[in-house]
């Protein structure tokens, strides 16, 4: 069999693995690599920035739940992704990132380009390379795959020593990639859960992020309707419950909804699947669902009892805890809980998410209605962070899970702009709006240069004013409105920016916005749509950190 080199193994594993797509940036330690990509017509996005190679792979991800792919050069180019990856970890993305290295020699010599990648990304990937012979590439890129997609899933970085995408190796034997079927800790916990959720006045259903598949979501409505027990979700979970659903209250936590953290406060059966109980949901964990017993259904052992005291711990894929609480709920009925969904309408009646028309003003929230209506509320939804993803989490009306893209548990400014690019590669024919603030817009925003280059129908609705918006809101609040560095005192002109990138570009006016907003959208083109709003617009419902979920601040 005649010998082949260590970059052409590479690519054709990603074949063999079905990758469509590889978001890179190229630079001396991967030139073999890449002229492998040149000679196989390999289909790698030119990002601008190693940091929007790692965002842009995240979206990809999220949106489809694919395995996002990255080709990064060494030394810079490998930290350049590293906010990206630590992204991905938080949020259980998977991906897989290849770092270039300089040749196996000079590894350690302080060689130009050369940084100690796995070091500095061993804490924030699930697993990590370095790919030490060149007979080895091909089983560790198999390995690699695998474990991202295994269990919890999450980012993996292998990194790759320069002569060994030049060495000639014989390819090995192609098999079928290795899949990881995930272990449940057996009947008896799902049997306790099921006893003492037959039992209870007061359920109500948790669903996060590890529950946002089309299977498990599928499965969860089909829970609801039996049972007719209410259900929240986390932020990474809205969608697996259509937002307009009858027994839907909404996202709970800092930014929740009145009736999701009221129910919160007073169930007396709490069944978490999937959710990490992490600290914008559970706001004081000393605090947290008092009344309840709680079940907690998670892959990852790791998160039972970590942050809330749990009564029922149970390792399990989301999906296998749905599909046996579905079979048990055709079985036998649970305990009649009228009083209590009557309580639960009453809450989302009295406080509803809300906002005050002003006269010349557009509201950031009458945008985000509109947008989920010119969308059909269909659209994939990408936000950056602050204010506007809090806005877009209230106001945007799920249908589907991973239809909200976000950055959830990292919080990184400047994700938006290159994850939207990610998620309309993955899925082309879905409507991609991106709702970005004028503060992480320019963290990234070299990216518009690939949605040019792509032709990538994407809208980007930017609401500008003129602050660090949700960081000001804590200093207005709790720091006696010390607004320290977070009023932007000059700004670019958007405008002027966006026709350098030879983008469409709207600004709506406060007579007339929603017919510009309408012909915005209705472009086959990518459109960018600037916002004015007001600079005291604030997000309510606040939960004050550390304060407990009741504690709610609604104005």
């Known amino acids: 069999m005649a010998q082949v080199s260590g970059s052409q193994i590479l690519l054709d594993e990603l074949t063999a693995h079905q990758v469509e797509v590889v978001f890179g940036y190229p630079g001396g330690a991967v030139i073999p690599l890449y002229d492998e990509v040149y000679c196989q017509k390999y289909n790698n996005i030119l990002v601008r920035h190693e940091q929007g190679a790692a965002h842009a792979a995240e979206g990809y991800a999220k949106s489809t739940g694919k395995t996002g792919v990255v080709f990064t050069t060494s030394g810079p180019g490998a930290t350049n992704a590293l906010t990206g990856i630590a992204d991905a970890k938080a949020d259980s993305v998977p991906m897989v990132i290849f770092t270039g290295q300089v040749n196996r020699a000079a590894i350690g010599t302080n060689a130009f380009q050369e940084v100690d990648i796995v070091s500095m990304a061993k804490p924030i990937t699930k697993a990590i390379f370095r790919v030490s012979t060149p007979s080895a590439l091909a089983s560790t890129i198999r390995q690699a795959f695998a474990i991202a997609q295994a269990g919890r899933k999450g980012p993996v970085l292998v990194d790759l020593p320069k002569d060994i995408t030049t060495a000639m190796v014989h390819p090995a034997a192609q098999t079928t990639p290795a899949t990881h079927h995930p272990t449940n800790s057996g009947q008896a916990g799902f049997t306790e859960v099921w006893q003492a959720l037959k039992q209870a006045r007061r359920p109500l259903f948790l669903f996060g992020n590890g529950a946002a598949t089309e299977q498990a979501s599928q499965l969860a409505r089909q829970l609801i309707l039996r049972t007719k027990i209410p259900a929240v979700a986390t932020l990474l979970g809205l969608g697996i419950v259509p937002s307009d659903h009858p027994l839907f209250l909404g996202m709970g936590g800092m930014h929740g909804s009145y009736a999701a953290n009221m129910a919160l406060s007073n169930c007396d059966f709490l069944i978490n699947i999937g959710a990490r109980f992490d600290d914008r949901l559970a706001t004081d964990p000393t605090s947290f669902a008092p009344h309840a017993k709680i079940a907690h259904f998670d892959i990852d052992p790791r998160e039972l009892g970590k942050l809330v005291p749990t009564d029922y711990p149970v390792v399990a894929d989301a999906r296998d805890a749905l599909e046996w609480l579905v079979a048990a709920s055709q079985r036998e009925n649970v305990l009649p809980h009228s009083e209590w969904n009557s309580q639960v309408k009453a809450w989302q009646t009295l406080h509803p998410f809300t906002y005050h028309y002003e006269e010349n003003t557009i509201k950031p929230q009458a945008v985000i209605e509109d947008v989920s209506k010119l969308t059909a509320g269909q659209a994939v939804v990408v936000t950056d962070v602050g204010q506007h993803q809090m806005w877009a989490a209230q106001f945007y009306s799920y249908q589907h899970p991973k239809q909200l893209v976000t950055s959830g548990g990292l919080g990184t400014m400047g994700f938006g702009l290159p994850a939207a690019i990610g998620a309309k590669v993955g899925q082309p024919e879905k409507a991609v ?17 690939v949605i040019r280059e792509r032709q990538l129908n994407i809208k980007i609705v930017l609401f500008n004013n003129h602050a660090l918006g949700m960081v000001k809101q804590w200093q ?34 406060s007579d007339n916005w929603q017919e510009e907003l309408a012909e915005a959208f209705a472009s086959p083109h990518a459109a960018f749509i600037e916002v004015p709003i007001p600079a005291d617009e604030n997000v309510y419902p606040m939960v004050p950190a550390g304060k407990a979920n009741s504690e709610m601040i609604l104005e």
Request: proline fraction near 2%.
């Open 476 to 509: 207005d609040l709790f720091f006696n409105r010390h607004r320290s560095q977070t009023v932007f005192k000059t700004q670019p002109d958007f405008q002027q920016i966006l026709r350098g990138y030879g983008i469409d570009s709207y600004q709506l006016h």
């Open 433 to 449: 709006v991106l709702f970005t603030g004028d503060g992480g817009f320019q963290m990234t925003l070299e990216e518009l240069d």
